[in-house]
């Protein structure tokens, strides 16, 4: 059973210290999406890579948010440094962009960040 | 910009009632509509989806209704099921954007009574 797998569940920090998130997307998608949910925005695209490669990062801060694609199994998601404000739950997404549009989605279990 | 409003933080319906949900939109550019549901503590799921070139799509108990000229998406669900507590997220997909770059509305949880 194919799934998103993201690592930690939840991670406790204080502000300032750096804050590191994984994604493993689904073996054979080609595009990778971070969201991040907060109670007042509902889900917050933050970035998206198709093919490893970022095609848009424009809902991150990018003065202290930063996200790669080391390889095709792995995704990150980093905050450095940290800040109360940063507390949400952030999901990885996986899918298969193929000719045309209108795959789906598959998420992963978030992880729960709390910045203190 | 707000692209995508749904009203309605919250929703309560008794159990064998329909429930409707609702999604309002500004981009006249989506084309591809679909609706998630999150459970607590889980990634959200994929539910139904709907292309612009239609107005209506069914699987089973769950509709997704289109109205481009007035630009809003509803989800129908019937009989709803205790089961169905859950947020529910509206997605749009832009003919803009490549890939599957999907916009999501703020939710609305569902709560369905017994």
């Known amino acids: 059973d194919a799934r998103v797998t993201q690592t930690p569940r939840h991670k406790v920090t204080e502000m300032g210290q750096e804050v590191t998130m994984r994604c493993q997307p689904i073996l054979g998608h080609n595009t990778v999406f971070w969201y991040r949910q907060t109670m007042m925005q509902g889900l917050e695209l933050l970035a998206y890579?198709?093919?490893?490669?970022?095609?848009?990062d424009s809902g991150m801060p990018k003065d202290r948010f930063s996200a790669e694609m080391p390889d095709a199994t792995l995704a990150t998601l980093k905050i450095q440094p940290s800040e109360p404000r940063d507390s949400a739950v952030y999901f990885c997404?996986?899918?298969?962009?193929?000719?045309?549009?209108?795959?789906?989605?598959?998420f992963g279990s978030g992880t729960q960040l709390s910045v203190l | 910009d707000q692209q995508v409003k749904q009203n309605s933080p919250s929703l309560s319906v008794q159990e064998g009632r329909i429930s409707i949900l609702n999604c309002d939109y500004t981009n006249s550019m989506f084309d591809y509509f679909l609706w998630y549901k999150k459970y607590p503590a889980e990634g959200p799921t994929f539910l139904i989806s709907i292309s612009s070139i239609k107005d209506k799509n069914e699987d089973g108990r769950f509709t997704v209704f289109l109205n481009k000229s007035a630009k809003h998406l509803s989800l129908h669900i019937v009989p709803s099921q205790p089961g169905d507590s859950a947020v529910y997220f509206c997605g749009f997909k832009s003919r803009e954007t490549s890939g599957s770059r999907l916009t999501f509305g703020e939710g609305t949880q569902l709560t369905v009574n017994p």
């Open positions: 997404a996986s899918g298969l962009v193929t000719k045309g549009r209108g795959e789906k989605l598959f």
């Open positions: 890579f198709r093919n490893r490669a970022p095609l848009d």
